[in-house]
């Protein structure tokens, strides 16, 4: 029955059961104040009492009716928001009536048709990110803050050979442990995802891993930190087999060096006969053989040089220089290369300015190697700097770095071409019109010499304004290194 009928007809018939008290009322003290008959007076007092039971029954009928219907319905509305609470929503609630239960029921149908496309809509997309994360072909981790696994993809659990299980919820760096390069076990907050979750920058770092078997497996880790409002909520890991490439870098290193070592010899015997041709030695020369025998011993010269440069940055790569610190005081270290290229920049009339922060201590270092990349920067401005330019050194102290500052006011790198600079065997085009000797290999020696002593390097540079070159190296030093061979020995 509908509530708003039932309660409609309930309040209709208390007022008829009041307005039917107040007539037999009214009619009761009509006979007792005009008649004198005890037995109206009685046969009234029946009919009022009659009246009121049954007017109070029917009342009660009606209520009891209408709470028992409404009970009813309640329970069916508590049975059905119980089924939605537990998740089935596949049907809705049947309930015939336009009351206000009947509105709530209709409430909630269509609260569960939303909750119902929603889910579907969830998921339909879960499915799609689903298939992007197999479609990808490196191994995927995501992790939320605490570095607990939220989802993982077939390839990183093929490459890290981890139990087809449920990994949602386990903690990344308890299932599988990383190595260093020089093989040594990495903690927790040494591996690159973690530092990525506690620093809150990508990370990306070359590690090894140990199948099974014991065989060592070289992993490239791309770890990046995922931001909601500023906070990091997570990272995304992305994990790359890279054992084969790097064998391959090693054999094409070794192949170098050994082929660099076999041009080393024939190359110094023809730069000494040519130059016991020039001295004179084997006679004088006409000028035209003193010209041949001088193109010839320039040609020698860059390819010894080249040859020095790719063994070199062989010895680099393969980890096989010795790294002997020492306390260095930069200002000596500088000013002697300074004055070795006197010859230089007096030739091209170029001013060289130097400047050194007075407190500077002495820094633990490998001079040689700290040498070379002096060597390199100076020797690059002033062969790019024209005639009367000026080259500046600045080093100074910031925070826990000591931080050099080579400058020049020369030709500058094109914009479009600034991002090739450290890569091997790069030379900008305007450079090679200026000065057509070299090998493209300085810089890159140079990067991997600072990169590998703790330190950055990074450049701005404007064509026709010049160029500045900035390096850090830590207040700590160099770390020593044992190896076999050191540069250009």
Same mark, same amino acid.
């Given at each position: ?70 009970? /009813? ?23 015939? &009536? ?13 609260? &569960? ?6 889910? +579907? ?5 879960? +499915? ?9 072909? $490196? ?139 020039? &001295? ?29 440069? /790719? ?34 920049? $007096? ?81 900008? $085009? ?30 701005? &540079? ?28």
């Amino acid at each position: 029955m509908n509530g708003k009928v039932l309660l409609g007809r309930t309040l209709t018939g208390f007022f008829l059961l009041l307005i039917l008290t107040a007539a037999l009322i009214v009619i009761f003290a009509y006979n007792a104040l005009f008649t004198d008959s005890l037995q109206v007076h009685r046969e009234a007092y029946m009919i009022v009492a009659v009246l009121i039971f049954f007017g109070l029954v029917l009342v009660a009928a009606v209520g009891f009716y209408g709470l028992r219907s409404i009970r /009813l319905q309640l329970k069916q509305l508590r049975y059905e928001a119980a089924r939605f609470a537990n998740g089935d929503l596949s049907r809705r609630i049947e309930m015939q &009536s336009n009351d206000e239960i009947g509105e709530l029921a209709t409430t909630f149908n269509e609260m &569960s048709e939303r909750l119902r496309e929603s889910y +579907q809509r969830l998921a339909l997309e879960k +499915q799609r990110d689903e298939i992007l994360l197999e479609s990808i072909g $490196e191994g995927m981790i995501a992790l939320d803050t605490k570095g607990q696994i939220v989802l993982i993809n077939n390839n990183a659990i093929d490459v890290l050979e981890l139990e087809e299980k449920e990994l949602a919820g386990e903690v990344v760096h308890k299932l599988f442990a990383l190595e260093s390069s020089e093989e040594k076990k990495l903690r927790p907050a040494e591996r690159p995802e973690m530092k990525a979750l506690h620093k809150g920058e990508p990370q990306n770092e070359v590690c090894n891993f140990r199948s099974r078997e014991g065989k060592k497996v070289v992993l490239n880790i791309n770890a990046s930190p995922v931001f909601s409002d500023g906070n990091v909520e997570g990272a995304i890991v992305v994990i790359r087999d890279v054992t084969h490439e790097k064998e391959v870098d090693r054999m094409k290193t070794e192949f170098i060096s050994l082929a660099s070592h076999q041009l080393r010899t024939p190359l110094s015997a023809i730069r000494w006969f040519t130059e016991m041709l020039l &001295s004179g030695d084997a006679g004088k020369l006409k000028s035209e053989q003193q010209e041949f025998a001088k193109n010839i011993y320039d040609s020698c010269e860059r390819m010894i040089d080249l040859v020095g440069s /790719l063994l070199n940055i062989s010895r680099i790569e393969s980890g096989r220089i010795i790294v002997d610190p020492k306390p260095t005081d930069l200002r000596e270290l500088v000013g002697g290369i300074i004055n070795d290229l006197k010859a230089k920049t $007096e030739e091209k009339e170029q001013k060289m300015i130097i400047s050194v922060h007075r407190d500077l201590p002495k820094i633990n270092l490998d001079p040689h190697l700290i040498g070379q990349v002096y060597l390199n920067l100076l020797t690059n401005a002033i062969k790019y700097t024209q005639k009367g330019g000026e080259i500046m050194v600045f080093i100074s102290r910031k925070d826990d770095h000591i931080i050099s500052q080579v400058t020049d006011n020369g030709y500058g790198i094109p914009k479009q071409e600034q991002k090739k600079v450290f890569q091997k065997f790069f030379r900008a $085009e305007n450079a090679v019109k200026v000065e057509t000797d070299g090998t493209g290999l300085g810089l890159y020696l140079i990067k991997a010499i600072i990169e590998s002593s703790g330190g950055e390097i990074w450049f701005e &540079s404007e064509v026709g304004v010049g160029t500045t070159f900035w390096f850090s190296i830590p207040m700590s030093g160099m770390k020593a290194k044992t190896g076999e061979v050191t540069l250009d020995s």
